[in-house]
C-alpha cells in the first residue's frame, strides 16, 4: 500500500471512531446517589413526556439535570436546586442552581430542568461559574405547564419540565451556577 491509501484508512478510521463515542445519552446513574438516581428518573421522564428533548439528548457533549428546583414568587423571586453534571458518559461532579428573579410573578412551583451543552467549550462556561442573566415567561398549573424557552444559545439549551405548582410569571432573573467537581473523577 501506498504512502497516500494508509493515510485515508487512518483518517477514515479516526472519523468512525469520533462518531461511535460515548455521549451524555449513555450515562448510567450510580445506584448509592440518591441524587443521580433521583437525576436518571428525571431524564427517563423528560425523554418519555417531551418529545422534542430526543435529539438534544442524542446530540449533547454533556448535560447538567436537576430533578427537583423549587421557585417562589410574588413580585420579587427565588429559587435553588442541585444537580449533577454528566460529561460523556460519566458524572464529573455536581451543581447548584440559584436563580433571583423581579417582574410580574406570583406562585410556588417545583421543575425539573436539564441543560444541554452542545460542546466543551459550553461545559466549560458552566464550570467557570459565569453568571447568566435571563428573562422566561411561563404558567404553570399542577404538573401541566408551558415555558417560553430558547434552543442553542451560545451552545446551551434549557428544556424544563414542571413537577407540581401553581406559578405566572413573566420575569427577568439572574442565575447563578456553581460547579462542584466529584474529586475521584477526571474529565473526559
Known amino acids: 500500500m501506498t504512502m497516500r491509501r494508509i493515510t485515508k484508512t487512518l483518517v477514515s478510521l479516526s472519523f468512525l471512531l469520533a462518531s461511535i463515542s460515548a455521549t451524555a445519552d449513555d450515562w448510567q446513574a450510580d445506584a448509592g446517589k440518591k441524587l443521580e438516581v433521583r437525576a436518571e428518573r428525571a431524564i427517563e421522564r423528560m425523554k418519555s413526556e417531551i418529545e422534542r428533548s430526543l435529539p438534544y439528548f442524542e446530540d449533547a457533549y454533556a448535560i447538567a439535570v436537576w430533578p427537583g428546583v423549587s421557585r417562589l414568587g410574588f413580585g420579587f423571586g427565588g429559587a435553588y436546586g442541585k444537580g449533577v453534571v454528566i460529561e460523556q458518559d460519566q458524572s464529573v461532579g455536581t451543581v447548584g442552581y440559584w436563580q433571583f428573579s423581579s417582574g ?85
Open 104 to 188: 410580574i410573578q406570583a406562585g410556588l412551583k417545583s421543575f425539573t430542568m436539564i441543560v444541554f451543552f452542545r460542546d466543551k467549550e459550553a461545559l466549560d462556561d458552566l464550570k467557570a461559574g459565569k453568571i447568566q442573566f435571563a428573562g422566561q415567561a411561563g404558567v404553570d398549573f399542577a404538573t401541566m405547564g408551558a415555558h417560553g424557552t430558547p434552543t442553542y444559545n451560545e451552545g446551551v439549551a434549557i428544556i424544563p419540565m414542571t413537577n407540581f405548582g401553581l406559578m405566572g410569571e413573566f420575569a427577568a432573573s439572574g442565575v447563578k451556577y456553581n460547579y462542584k467537581p466529584y474529586k475521584d473523577v477526571e474529565s473526559p
